[in-house]
Every structure is written in C-alpha cells, then in structure tokens.
C-alpha cells in the first residue's frame, strides 16, 4: 500500500499529457467559437448577424461567447496556452501583437473575406489603419474597432466659471491649465471641483503624443533605443508634476476618474478626454444633459511650442482568426467574420464603434454623428498606439515615472534617467 | 505514548491510508500535477504563445530574479505586507471571537457583523473601498476629523506608505470575521465546564484565559495563524485592485502581483514560474517554522 | 454565561467590538443604500447616505440584465448549485481526510499532511494554465462538472478537521473499537455528530469561497447559462458600461443566500460544544 500509492499517483500524474485530443474533420458540420468582450449593444445586433448567417450557411453553427474586457487577455492567453484557443476572437492590438508574431493567428484569406486580393482588402480601409497588424505582406486581422479620445467638455461648468466654452475653450495643454484653474475648487488640498482630468492609466494612448509634440520619441524609428529625446521627456515630465498635488494641484491619478463624472453632471467635472463611444453612454446615464447640447468635443490640445502636431493615439480591436484550426474552418470563420463587419453603419450608431473603413468615414451616417468630425480629424492627425509584446511593461514603467514627479517629490531629471534605464533593458531583452 | 497490539495499529494504520487515499488522489490530479509542472517551466526560457519548444535554462530564471532589484522589491513588498496584516489579523480577531462569547445577547448579531465583509462580492467591495479612498471620499472626512486636520489629503492611494496601509486596512476589514468565526468554532470545542470557569470571574479572566483557555485553543492558533500567514504571502487580488485604479506599484508590487505580471501580461511564463517556485519555498518555509516553534501537534488537557 | 458586570474591563470590551462593528459594517451600509440610488447620486461627493427615494430600477435592471434576458436567475441558480455541492463534498472529505491525519498513525503520515498543505503554498495564477489543461484534457469545460471537479475538497478544509480533531479523546474512540464498532462506522457515527460546530464553520467558508469565486468559472464556464453569480456582476462593471446603482442591487441580490447560511448555522457554533465537552470535561 505504502508503495503502490505513490507509484500510481506518478502513473496518473504523468500519464495526464498523454490523453489524446480530437480530430479534425474536414466535412459536415461545423461549429465556431467565438470569444468577445461584454458589450450589451453589441452583442444584440451580432446575435442577428450570427442567425442570419446561419441560416444561408447551414452546415456552421457559431458559438458566442462573451467575458468581461478586462479578463479577457488573460481568458485568451490561457486557453492558447493549452491550445484549445477559439476559432475567433478580438482582443486590443496591444496584445493582439503578440498573437501574430507568435504565429498563433492565421492570414485573412481575402476570397472568403469578400475580397479580390490582399491589396484589395487595405483598399477598402483608411491608409495605415491596417498596418497594425501586417506582416509581411499578409494581414491577419480586421478591425472590430478604433478609438481615439478628445476632451468633452461640460458647458455649464465653464459658464459657471465665468467663461465662454465657445471662444474660451482651450486649445493647448497651457490653456488646459489655464482654464482648469479658474474653474477648481478645493476644499483644503482636497479639490472638489475638477478643470480637467487626464485617463492616466492609459499612457501610451492619451500621454506619449504630448511627448511626440515636443519632438521625443517612445522608441527610436530603428526600433532600438528607447525614450528619445531628453529635452522633449524632460519637459513633458515637469508639465505633469506642475500639475500635480505638489506643483498647482489640479488633478491626480487617484481622483475618480473623470469620464464617469462627466456623465453625471454634479459640477464637479469639467473636462474628460473620451472616446466618441461616450457620446452614447452620456445618452444612456443622462439623457437630460445628452439633450440640453451643453456639452461638446474639442480637439486633442497642443503644446505652445509644439513641434510637430500629434492627437490622441488611437487602439482598436481586432477579429482574428486561430491558425490551429483546420482550414476549412479558418476559411468560414473569416466568411463569418466579415460578413459581422459588413455593417459598420450600424456598429456606429448602435454600439458607437468606428471601423475606419473609406466608405464609412465618408458616409453621411458618421458625419451626422454629433462631433464625429472632430474624432476624425484627429485620427488623421494621430498614429496607432505603441503596440508591441513589451508594451504593456513599457506603460507601466511610465506610469512609474509619471507618477513618481507627481505624487512622489521625484526630480523630473531622475525620473527619466530610471526610466530610460529600465525602458532600454526592457527593448532589449526582446 | 500509548501501548497497543502490534496488529491493531496495523490494521489501524491502512485504515488511515484509506481515508486519506481519496483526497490525495484528488490533490494529485488537481494540484500537485499543476505545481510540479511550475516547477519544470521554471526552468525553461518560454514564452506563453510560442510554439517553438522552449530552452532549457537551468537556474538561470532563478539566478536573474536573485540579482533583479524589481524580485527584491516584491519580496520586500509581499513581507511588509504580511507583517502588517497577519499580526492584528490574528490578534484582534481572537479578541473579537472571545468578546463575543462573553456576551449576553447578541452574539449571533456580532458573529454576522463581523463575517458580512466576507459576504461581499469582491468586485463591490472593490468599488466601495475606492470611493472611500477617493480624496473626497469618506477615508480623508473621517481622518480629518479625528486628527482635526480639516482639508488634507491623507493620499490614500498615492503616497508609497498609506498605500500599503490601505491595502492592510481592506485586507483586514476583508478576512478579520473568517478568522472570528474559526476562533469561535475552536472556543466551541473546548469542554464547557473549563470554558466558563475560564471566564467566570472578571478580576482574573485574563490569567485564566492564558492558563487554560489558551492552551486548549492552541490547535485552532496554529490553524489560523498557519491560514492568516499564507494568505497574506499569497494576497493577490487587493494589490491588483489597487494598482488597477491608479496607485503606484512599487509599493505594493507582491510577489504573486509580479508573478500575474510577468506571466500573464508580459508572457514570461519560465520566469514567473520560478518567482512562484521561490515564493512557494518560503511559505513552506514558515510553515515549518511556524509548526515547529508551536509544537502545534501536541495537545494536553 | 458569565454575570455581567459594569467595570472598566467591561466597558472596554464594549467599545472594541462597537468599534470592529462600525469598521466593518460602514461598507455594508454603503452598498445598501447605494443600491437605493441611481448611479448619478453615487458618484456625488460627499456621498449622501439616506437615499432620496428608492430608486426600484437598480433591481430591476439587475434582474433583468443589461440585455433583458434575465439570465441572472439562472446564473445565481448555478451558484447555489455549485457552491452547495461543493460545501457537501469538501465536508465530507475534509473530516475523512482530516480524521485520518488526526487519529491515525501509519508512516508518511507527516509527508501526507505536509503535502496537502504545500497545495495552499502555490498562488492560482502560477498553476492556472496547467490546471486548465487537465480540465481540457478531462473535457470539463462549459459543464457543472467544469466548475465543480476541481474543487471537491480543499487543503484548509482538511487543516482545519485535522485541527479541531486532534483533541479528540481518543480513549473514547478506543472504547468504541472495542464495542466492536467498524472503523467507517465510528467516522459515521461517532466522529462526524461530534464535529458539528466545525462542520458548520468548513460549510460556511467554504460556501463562501465559491459562491465569490471569480477567476476559475471565467475560464470553464464559457455559456451564458454556465456562468456563475460573480461573472454576472463582472459584466455588470464591465469598464464602458457600469451602472454602478444596478451593481449594487446586483450585489445585495448575491448576498441574501450567504447571509440565509450564515443565520441558519451560526447556531451550531456554540451550541454544537456540549457534545464535545460532556465527554470529557
């Protein structure tokens, strides 16, 4: 007994990876998963996709399922891990990245995506778009969706300052502070009434560009150095600890963030950046503010001295299809695929989603979006965000450094002299 | 101890290879299998989504943490964490366990006020904690109130000390009635008549309950010091919590936090396996130790 | 139990419980009347306790769901499920488990013991992926067996038996033998109706732990009608969405049963000592 029980406890143990998996089969009928992250408006129109899709396509049966957005990196990353991936799925290009250098996702195939070649297919999207997710010469994913963010502005509580939102709204990161300072209020150190609120943890998308204004650079065009441009870090750095608890006292990162106070409308709330996505939810929080047209978006602001002009970076999702499974499934899975995106109107105007496709950005449905030329103007003006294996690691390093000049006292120079350090052993390591 | 027929204990000791055959089966299936195969990624340079087959490494995995000031950094974190939450974890909660038995009424009302944290969902609590250390949430009303410092912002979430400090405090408020209701089912199972004679007279209460209360909870102290101390090493989801709402991260950057992150979002999975193997090592460390220095297993009335 | 007195020792004893009282119920009252509001008043700061009025639709979207399919009676319908047959399993198998380690000599015993605890000294996240794979490999995924299996027992349900039988008089289990009592007999009869203060309080813990378990059933439990309590309020926080009025309501919903449990075997924590004690005290 002594014995034969760690024996066969070894026996089960080892014995575990050896249990088969199943075959594929190449005829009959097939099912696809497909795994997306919660989105109530989108799931009711993708659902009548799926049914109509199947009912021109009966031998496929497709599978939905949904999981919070923020779980489902680490949903996706574990079942790959095991390879018992979906047949499809979207996830932000930040991660999607490494899906497509790892090879885990297959090419679009352009005939079963309706479309007559590659060059075709890059055609029909807005220059660059696509770029995100090409290699080589294939794509490997379709946008579910891209999103810059603009700062919304609450009319009222500009009026209440005593300003005009129409004529004095701000155009550069000096007239933000100028403005946000005549509309705080605080209550010893404590401010209860905000200008304007950055979205600090997502610094790659809303923070590098203000870099990018000034002349630096995340990473150098080689792709080898990281944080270039000393001048530029340095005085982006300095501009975020004025702001902070130990410079003016304007804003900081453990304020509850802005967007969801903006919906509100509490006069606490001047200015959030957002995404044209929250035009939508302020109907659906508020519809009393919605209506009143007391709100507006104003471009992405500017450094004074700006060098170059850079807006808000954009991220997106993408539809990617697991390169694991057979072929024939792959080859319905992107009839399936773009059969949902042949409906960009509709994902616009009921789920607030934009797929930079030429045709919608030039259709009288986005233009009648209220302030939708703004985003896209600044989309043109913007770049795809840093998307990369490393990316995550990067934002956090400098969340690290942002943070440190703005709630620790640290000196913007030691600052970035940790983060160059860091960031470089990071772009490294790759 | 005890003399018994050589056949008895025998028989008496397949018996209890059978009762404890069915969970070890299960554990090996479910968990040692899992962890010995931490244990061999560890050694491996792989990366989560490659389909190449990984390089065998070694130790270098280790020998990198060991040199990594980020690792130290965690350890230090994961430590001053433990510290700070399992001491008056489990002090206070065998103090609240045997104030409520010392009650009249009540006691059912107390046990469930203490034990309602625990009921939340995490997610809400999350949620209400947050608007608690908002700078004009409750945590900076109530604190400016009682150090009569109107308007300062205490920085809940900001400044590297109170972070930890608020990480505690929700851990605290989390677990404190978990460990209540242990104590109080261990108090339950000491005989009646040297319970209450424990606690009859209030001028020596205290001498009696270290003289025979205690010695008689020891079996309990040892569980829920053992628990308090490995799920403190092991706190994952109020750092995540927090960082995911904007704190710092070096403060509170746990060991288990570091591992999520260097496994899970940056795909290192060889190197986060070694940081669990490590922190797997040094709970198994204070286990040990913890059992040793209490004798835990001997028991005398 | 003990004649009250009014001393200073007293008095002192109850502030420290008021104390612990107010630190740990503020929250609770927060998400209560939180529940009552809609969600613009809950961001107002400084947070208005009294709700102005009861804002009914934060339950009815809960019920309802952010897509009208009422999926949440089915999702707590799974909770109740699984949380219960996984308190029954990990009872019964925590005593067994822990009677064995507790009453038994046999060699490897120490190694046992040791080796169940190791199963508490790995964080989840480090063996979520290996896990993962013997649950593809069992074909679990998507079912109650998915959700259940791999928590039929746990290493502090049988820490804690182990515990609280180590006192356990084991002359008293000698004499049973002796009677003639078989050895799963004495378990069965004997052991268990003695250990009930300690079965109600594995029962609740362990009840609870399920019933707040998040991450697993994010990973098995891929269909709507497979998912848990707790991925439902995840959808309900979901970042572009959060109603957080309805959250709450949600959250007041998903404690009602584990406040049911607590109330009905909370009575066992001090009644069930007699037992115990009338035989050796």
Known sequence: MKKTLPIILSLLIFSLPLMAGGAQEEQGPMTLTVWTHEDPNRTAIEERYISEFEATHPDVTIERVTNSSQKMPELLLTAFAANEGPHIFNTQIEDAYAYIVNGRVGAVDPPSAGYKSVKALKDAYVEGVLDAVTMDVEVYGLPLELTNWAPYINKRVIRAAGLDPDRDYPRTWEDIVAVSEKIILRDGEIITRRGFDFRYPYYLVSMVPMVEQLGGQLISDDGKTAIVGDEAWLKFLRFMADWGPFGKNLGSPTYTNARKLFDADNNDMAMAMSGLYQEGRIRADNPEFYESGDWMVIPFPQFKDAVREAACAYYGHFYMVNSQKSEREQKASWEFVSYMLSHPEEYLTEVGLIQPTRALMASKTFSDMPYAQVFADDMARGSMVYYGENSAKIQELIKEAVEGVMLGGIEPEKALASLKVKAQEVLDQE | ?301 | MIKQKFSPLNVLAGLILLGALVFTLVPILFMFSASMMPAKDILRMPFRWIPRGFHWQNFAKAVAGNDGSFIFIRNIANSLFVSSVVTVTTVMLSSLTGYGLAKFRFRGRNFVFLAIMATMMIPFEAIMIPLYLVATKLHLQNSYAGLIVPFLVNAFGVFMMRQYLLPFPEEFLDATRIDGASEPGIFWHIVLPNCAPAIATLSILTFRSQWDNLLWPLLVAQSEKMKTLPLYIVKFAAEKYTDEGAMMAVAVLGSIPMLVLFFSMSQYFVSGASVFSSRKG
């Open chain 2, 1 to 301: 101890m005890k003399k018994k027929y050589s056949g008895i204990e025998k028989k008496l000791s397949r018996w209890g290879w059978t009762f404890v055959t069915p969970a070890l089966l299960f554990f090996s299936l479910f968990s040692f299998y899992p962890i010995v195969n931490a244990a061999y990624t560890s050694l491996f340079r792989k990366k989560i989504l490659s389909l190449k087959p990984p390089t065998f490494i070694g130790l270098k995995n280790y020998a990198y943490l060991l040199r990594s000031d980020d690792f130290w950094n965690s350890i230090r974190a994961t430590f001053a964490f433990t510290l700070g939450a399992f001491l008056p974890l489990l002090v206070v909660s065998l103090l609240l366990a045997v104030l409520i038995l010392s009650v009249k009424r009540g006691q059912k009302f107390l046990q469930l006020a203490y034990y309602a944290p625990a009921v939340l969902s995490s997610v809400v609590a999350a949620v209400i904690w947050m608007s608690i250390f908002d700078p004009r949430g409750l945590g900076n009303q109530w604190l400016n109130f009682l150090l009569n410092t109107p308007g300062t912002d205490h920085k809940w979430l900001a400044d590297s000390f109170m972070v930890q400090l608020s990480t505690i405090l929700v851990y605290f408020w989390k677990y404190i009635g978990y460990f209540v209701v242990i104590f109080i089912a261990g108090l339950a199972a000491i005989p009646g008549s040297l319970y209450e004679a424990a606690l009859i007279d209030g001028a020596d209460r205290w001498q009696s309950f270290w003289r025979i209360t205690f010695p008689l909870l020891k079996p309990t102290v040892v569980l829920v010091s053992v628990m308090a101390m490995l799920q403190c090493l092991k706190t994952f989801s109020t750092q995540y919590l927090f960082v995911q709402s904007g704190s710092p991260q070096a403060p509170i950057n746990v060991i288990t936090l570091n591992i999520y992150n260097t496994g899970i979002r940056d795909h290192m999975i060889g190197r986060s396996s070694a940081m669990s193997i490590i922190l797997f090592i040094i709970m198994l460390f204070f286990t040990w130790l913890q059992f040793k220095t209490t004798k835990a297993d001997e028991v005398s009335y």
